[in-house]
């Protein structure tokens, strides 16, 4: 028997997962953060060998940027150099120190006037060549002590022609022409007014470029740095000048907190009509702005590489960008529910205040692929980014149903919203917290019922004497809150508290009124106003009796009829004194005129006796005035002070008395002569006038 032995050899061929083939460092480094309301990606992607344009370590044998622009001075370099202090790769990186000290962009307006820009800037001396519209990409990494921002841009150069706006030439232009006539010459002036500088073309097709310095509004005549190269006629568009940088990166910012990072900004070259790239070319310049320390190295330029972005496992961007805002990732949480609900009064109304709760928003997971030219995918660790939209405000129902529930349309924005009730009955506040999406939270419902009187407080500033108070009134609601209250003349004030001011005694009532309507009324009795007055009460005296002239002096006595009243309240709060004073006695003027010589009696006939006391009359007050004389006084030669009152004893209603017969006259038959012509056969009448002087000084 014959036996055929059949060997099969299976050839097994091991298919890896092509994001095990990733190399560690092309593995894509992806960040996320919320960008209005949606996820914002950014990633950075060592850049793969095959698509390498151009790149630089800073090492000595590499190709170094300029340092230098237009600067001199400390900052001709822009606190830029080359060092070996910190690196990532190599022996060497790029240093930049406070680009807003050193920055090394300097300005120059028309006037000489300069001004510095606060980046530091370094530029590549080789232009590049690329057709418009390639998908380029930057790849760096960087590092700082603090933090900055790095931008990238390919700077160009002139157009290939420019640009016609709306002014035209109102005569020809021949080359060599320094000045033009234009058709809007206050365009010009706009700029050169500010110093500006505006650049016009100075021929049709490839140009070089002129600065108006001066403007003739009279005339319409533009004034140029420099003569024309070349001719436009009358009737011809000014051409303006347009300087092209076909390449514009971006900027990425850098935190210290990461380290060393790796950061990728991705662009299209620009696809200007009036400049091609590919004949024309860029060179790489990038601007650095920090208050720090930045250090770059490993800088690659060439062209991107494609990415896929991935959320939850779904593919949601896929291109040549190194960054992706996701208006597809929306916050679906809803928010918390309302804790808290106070209720105050503001300029007469009830205010709902609502303790703004918090929104949860909503939680993504993203990954971002590198894939290479032959489909290879180098996949990045899953990065989460939450999305907060935010509260937009809230819906709210007010009613006596305790389970009302309103729908999820804001109808207020502010964390606070009147509650319009005026009864002592039970309402509820149902109140929900929407997000900017839409998405609501539970309904918090609030009851409250205000059927207790509010409290009030009623206080003086003062119970001593005063010729006004001012009563406080303060009022109080433990259910709602206070409404208004009502001033003894009627008057509602909407307020929780005020101040009534009062100048008479009597009894004053107030009403309090919650927003439930519940009314308090409370009544204050003052009674120690005394009204401002500064007064003086004075009295007439009896007769001195018959008066005959003996053969030698002789004194006459009148009392006086009553007591003299003097009052200060408030007034003289300095003091005060009381002055008298006499004229001497003189003959009565006779009605038909006086016939020869007027007679009077020499001064120092009437004197004024000492008060006898003082007394007080204003209850609860001691003080008094002091005596100024001591036994007697000659009125009729002068003023008299009778009292005195300083600062501490100045104020009450004073009664002074005087003794009988105060005032006392002297008849001198020496001096007292009797007119016996113009009053013949009768007694001869004389006369004075006593003059009391309540002054308000000391």
């Known amino acids: 028997m014959k036996s055929r032995i059949l060997v099969i050899i299976?050839?097994?061929?091991?298919?890896?997962?092509?994001?095990?083939?990733a190399k560690e460092g092309q593995t894509p480094i992806l960040d996320g953060y919320q960008d209005g309301l949606y996820p914002k990606l950014e990633w950075a992607v060592e850049m793969l060998d095959e698509d390498v344009l151009y790149e630089t370590g800073f090492?000595?044998?590499?190709?170094?940027?300029?340092?230098?622009?237009?600067?001199?001075?400390?900052?001709?370099?822009g606190g830029q150099s080359f060092t070996t202090e910190e690196f990532f790769n190599g022996k060497r990186s790029m240093k930049i120190v406070d680009s807003y000290t050193n920055g090394n962009y300097m300005n120059r307006d028309l006037n000489g006037n300069i001004s510095y820009q606060d980046y530091s800037r370094a530029n590549f001396v080789d232009r590049r060549y690329l057709a418009n519209g390639t998908d380029l990409s930057i790849s760096f990494r960087a590092k700082t002590t603090g933090e900055g921002r790095i931008s990238y841009s390919g700077t160009g150069g002139a157009a290939d022609f420019g640009t016609p706006i709306a002014n035209t030439f109102l005569e020809d232009v021949k080359k060599g022409d320094r000045t033009?006539?234009?058709?809007?010459?206050?365009?010009?002036?706009?700029?050169?007014?500010?110093?500006?500088?505006?650049?016009?073309?100075?021929?049709?097709?490839?140009?070089?470029?002129?600065?108006?310095?001066?403007?003739d509004v009279g005339t319409s005549t533009i004034t140029l740095n420099k003569p024309f190269p070349g001719e436009f006629s009358k009737g011809d568009h000014v051409l303006k000048h347009n300087h092209r940088n076909p390449v514009s990166f971006g900027s990425r910012s850098i935190d210290y907190k990461t380290g060393w990072g790796l950061y990728n900004l991705n662009t299209k070259v620009k696809n200007y009509a009036d400049y091609n790239t590919l004949l024309r070319g860029f060179y790489l310049s990038f601007h650095t702005y920090t208050h720090d320390t930045i250090y770059i190295d490993d800088l690659k330029m060439g062209y991107a590489t494609n990415t896929q972005l991935f959320r939850e496992n779904k593919k949601v961007y896929e291109g040549y960008l190194?960054?992706?805002?996701?208006?597809?990732?929306?916050?679906?949480?809803?928010?918390?529910?309302v804790k808290q609900l106070d209720f105050k009064m503001k300029k007469g109304k009830l205010m709902a205040n609502v303790v703004k709760p918090k929104d949860n928003?909503?939680?993504?997971?993203?990954?971002?692929?590198?894939?290479?030219?032959?489909?290879?995918?180098?996949?990045?660790?899953?990065?989460?980014?939450?999305?907060?939209?935010?509260?937009?405000?809230?819906?709210?129902?007010?009613?006596?149903?305790?389970?009302?529930?309103?729908?999820?349309?804001?109808?207020?924005?502010?964390?606070?919203?009147?509650?319009?009730?005026?009864?002592?009955?039970?309402?509820?506040v149902h109140v929900r917290a929407i997000d900017k999406e839409g998405n609501a939270s539970n309904t918090t419902h609030y009851s409250f019922q205000d059927n207790k009187k509010p409290t009030v407080t009623i206080t003086v500033d003062t119970k001593e004497y005063a010729d006004k108070v001012a009563i406080n009134i303060k009022a109080e609601d433990k259910e709602t809150a206070i409404k208004r209250i009502q001033t003894p003349n009627g008057e509602?004030?909407?307020?929780?508290?005020?101040?009534?001011?009062?100048n008479k005694n009597g009894e004053y009532t107030f009403k309090v009124e919650d927003i439930a309507g519940n009314l308090t009324k409370k009544t204050v009795k003052i009674e120690n106003i005394i009204p401002k007055e500064f007064t003086m009460k004075t009295s007439d005296f009896e007769s001195f009796g018959d008066i005959k002239i003996k053969d030698r002096p002789v004194k006459y006595g009148a009392s006086f009829k009553q007591d003299?009243?003097?009052?200060?309240h408030w007034v003289a709060s300095n003091g005060w004194r009381l002055d008298v004073s006499a004229t001497p006695f003189t003959v009565v003027k006779p009605r038909n005129g006086y016939k020869g010589q007027e007679k009077e009696m020499p001064t120092g006939s009437l004197t004024l006796k000492s008060p006898k006391k003082v007394i007080q009359q204003t209850e609860g007050i001691e003080q008094l005035p002091n005596i100024s004389i001591e036994t007697g006084a000659v009125i009729d030669d002068g003023k008299v002070t009778v009292l005195e009152a300083g600062k501490e004893n100045n104020f009450g209603e004073f009664k002074v008395e005087f003794p009988t017969n105060a005032l006392e006259v002297t008849i001198d038959p020496t001096t007292a002569l009797i007119d016996g012509v113009n009053y013949p056969n009768q007694s001869t009448p004389y006369e004075s006038t006593i003059t009391w002087d309540l002054v308000a000084a000391p």
């Open 492 to 502: 509602w004030i909407s307020s929780d508290k005020i101040i009534y001011t009062v």
């Open 361 to 428: 928003g909503t939680t993504y997971t993203y990954r971002v692929d590198a894939v290479t030219n032959n489909g290879i995918h180098y996949p990045s660790k899953e990065t989460p980014v939450t999305v907060i939209s935010g509260i937009k405000g809230y819906s709210y129902i007010i009613d006596k149903n305790p389970a009302t529930i309103p729908n999820t349309v804001v109808n207020t924005t502010s964390e606070a919203f009147e509650v319009p009730i005026n009864t002592g009955d039970k309402y509820y």
């Open 59 to 77: 090492e000595e044998n590499d190709e170094l940027p300029k340092l230098t622009y237009n600067s001199s001075g400390n900052r001709k370099y």
């Open 10 to 21: 299976l050839l097994i061929n091991v298919l890896l997962p092509t994001s095990i083939l």
């Open 180 to 215: 033009a006539k234009v058709s809007n010459p206050q365009f010009f002036k706009s700029y050169v007014d500010r110093g500006r500088q505006y650049y016009i073309a100075g021929q049709k097709g490839r140009y070089s470029y002129l600065t108006v310095i001066g403007v």
């Open 564 to 568: 003299i009243t003097i009052t200060n």
């Open 322 to 337: 190194s960054d992706f805002l996701d208006k597809g990732a929306i916050d679906k949480n809803k928010p918390n529910d």
